[in-house]
């Protein structure tokens, strides 16, 4: 069973970086799509950035420029790099992996919170 653990969420001000780590236990394949996901409560979950099954790297508009998603297969680990952080980015961030690119496969991490000072 594939477990996932974020971190690397904080407060910061306008325009600081965080680089959010998503950590999976267990084995996922190097094929699988891996998403970053966010909620602001009351809202629906925004995918901010993800890996499809095409293997390339897409984003919401709301982050292009400023967010960059990475992986390192080696350590089972997804990235996401943000900067210029504006305070709507304020949010509960969720990694994603959906085994075999499959969305009824997906799993959940529980989390990292980003909170963003203007």
């Known amino acids: 069973q594939v477990q996932l653990m974020e971190s690397g969420g904080g407060s910061v001000q306008a325009g600081g970086s965080l680089r959010l780590s998503c950590a999976a236990s267990?084995?996922?394949?190097?094929?699988?799509?891996m998403h970053w996901f966010r909620q602001v409560p009351g809202n629906e979950r925004e995918r901010v950035a993800g890996?499809?099954?095409?293997?390339?790297?897409t984003y919401a508009d709301s982050v292009k420029g400023r967010f960059t998603i990475s992986k390192d297969n080696a350590k089972n680990t997804l990235y996401l790099q943000m900067n210029s952080l504006k305070p709507e980015d304020t949010a509960m961030y969720y990694c994603?992996?959906?085994?075999?690119?499959?969305?009824?496969?997906?799993?959940w991490g529980q989390g990292t919170q980003v909170t963003v000072s203007s």
């Open positions: 994603a992996v959906d085994r075999f690119c499959r969305t009824q496969f997906r799993v």
């Open positions: 267990g084995y996922i394949s190097s094929s699988a799509c």
């Open positions: 890996y499809g099954s095409s293997g390339s790297a």
